[in-house]
């Protein structure tokens, strides 16, 4: 549990620090500053996934792949499993998780949803990181329309 409370600070502390720059930074700060938090999940999902035991390397196929990230990653990391996975064609894949954990405690009203987004960054580049170092290039985006439901979608880039 502690190890919870504690990623869950240095979450909001990282994303805290990057928004703190500037009273306003414009678009295209907020996008640098989205994408540096994306930077740094892409690196620890990549020291994630080079830790992973080896018989976990050996997948097969692409849905497997994807599992593994609902299951086991999401319960090394969130303490939890994904809600759900679906696939809507080749290649693209929406897992959903309708209480993320860095979104509960903004879930007490709508005003929060726009600040989402910041929240989510890392996230996103967790599961790219972690599918990269697996051999799988990927985009990963995020969505959520109420929180703490969100939606992540990784489409598989064909080589």
């Not at 703190?20 to 930077?39: F, Y």
């Not at 086991?72 to 809507?88: E, I």
Request: glycine fraction near 8%; aromatic fraction near 8%.
């Amino acid at each position: 549990m502690a190890d919870a409370v504690l990623f869950e600070f240095l979450h909001t502390e990282m994303v805290a620090e990057l928004w703190a720059q500037g009273p306003d930074p414009g678009p295209g700060g907020r996008k640098m500053n989205l994408s540096v938090l994306e930077g740094m999940g892409f690196r620890v999902g990549q020291a994630l996934g080079e830790r992973l035991p080896q018989e976990t390397l050996a997948f097969r196929e692409e849905l497997d792949v994807l599992r593994f990230l609902c299951r086991d990653l999401w319960v090394a990391v969130f303490q939890k499993q994904m809600d759900g996975q679906r696939t809507h064609h080749q290649g693209t894949y929406v897992l959903q998780d309708s209480s993320f954990p860095l979104l509960v405690p903004m879930a007490s009203g709508l005003q929060y949803l726009e600040e989402a987004p910041k929240f989510l960054a890392f996230t996103c580049g967790l599961l790219r990181g972690t599918l990269s170092t697996l051999g799988i290039e990927s985009s990963v985006t995020a969505s959520t329309a109420a929180l703490p439901t969100c939606k992540f979608q990784v489409v598989i880039q064909q080589p």
